[in-house]
């Protein structure tokens, strides 16, 4: 465990060494901290703010709900200091596309050379049998992994559920992972899991397509290259890494609206394309 409460600090100290010493420097981008220290980049209003102009994000601190040694935060000097030591780094590491384009939003001035793509490894995972995804049985959405906050996909999965509900759809929808906060009854959840139980877990509970509901841009995102290696139909938003991996995975949908009925049309439509219309 590593805490502290004054970053600006740390980032000095780390600059000083680095400036005594010839020493080669890497900055791996696991998220974006160093862009603000909403490091999902979840906004005052619950959003993915998309790195917006420097004004914008001026009000918007303001209005952040953040650990106290945060709340005060000039960020201005918050990007200044991280913009230094990004110059001082050799390499950039990011583990996906879409990270070095948010980076730079922030960060334009920064050499393109400096960012190197270099993927997380998934050798760690290597299904010995891929599920069956239940056909003929009707739409049935599985989200999948820990939903823990609005920036996870909390209120997309609460509000997609009120909605299934409101209308009566005869769709189901079971979560395989841990969900914070109140039971939905028209929710079935299943719980916490182990990765090498994943496929069987899927297959067992009769999920036929999965919602990937985070919001906010992921950097890589190891459950959706999972998901993407059991060959499951796969519905997400158009935000980072995400998007990247889905929008080249030929049993991958983008959805562009967190609108629940919007949402639901774009399950329903791709349920169609991977299994037919079965009216």
Same mark, same amino acid.
């Given at each position: 465990l ?7 600090a740390?980032?000095s100290s ?7 010493r ?7 981008? @696991? ?5 603000c220290?909403s490091? *999902? ?12 102009e420097?004004?914008?994000c ?9 650990p ?23 390499? +950039? ?5 879409s ?21 997380? &490894? ?9 599920p ?10 599985g989200?999948?992994g &820990? ?10 999965v ?19 992972g841990?969900? +914070? ?8 959840y ?10 069987g ?17 992921e *950097?890589?995102?190891?459950?959706? &290259? ?31 609206s ?10 329903k439509? @791709?349920y169609?394309?991977?299994y037919?219309?079965?009216?």
């Amino acid at each position: 465990l590593v805490y502290f409460t004054d970053i600006f600090a740390i980032l000095s100290s780390l600059k000083a060494r680095l400036d005594q010493r010839d020493i080669s420097f890497k900055i791996y981008l @696991h998220d974006y901290f160093s862009i603000c220290p909403s490091y *999902t980049l979840i906004n005052a209003q619950g959003e993915y703010c998309g790195v917006p102009e420097y004004k914008v994000c001026v009000g918007c601190q303001k209005q952040l709900t953040l650990p106290h040694f945060f709340s005060s935060v000039d960020i201005n000097k918050w990007r200044e200091e991280w913009g230094e030591l990004y110059e001082r780094a050799d390499k +950039l590491i990011c583990f996906s596309h879409s990270a070095i384009k948010i980076t730079r939003r922030a960060y334009p001035k920064l050499d393109v050379k400096k960012f190197i793509v270099k993927p997380h &490894s998934m050798s760690y995972f290597q299904p010995a049998v891929l599920p069956r995804y239940a056909r003929g049985s009707g739409i049935h959405i599985g989200v999948v992994g &820990s939903i823990s906050s609005v920036a996870k996909g909390l209120n997309v999965v609460r509000e997609l559920a009120g909605f299934l509900s409101q209308k009566q759809c005869q769709v189901r929808l079971t979560v395989i992972g841990s969900v +914070l906060g109140k039971k939905l009854s028209n929710v079935k959840y299943i719980g916490e899991y182990s990765i090498s139980d994943l496929a069987g877990i899927i297959e067992r509970s009769g999920v036929n397509i999965i919602l990937f509901p985070s919001i906010c841009p992921e *950097t890589f995102s190891y459950l959706v &290259s999972e998901l993407i290696l059991l060959r499951a139909p796969i519905v997400c938003f158009a935000y980072g890494a995400q998007e990247e991996k889905v929008a080249k995975y030929k049993r991958g949908k983008i959805s562009r609206s967190k609108d629940p009925e919007k949402l639901y049309n774009t399950i329903k439509e @791709h349920y169609i394309n991977i299994y037919g219309d079965e009216k």
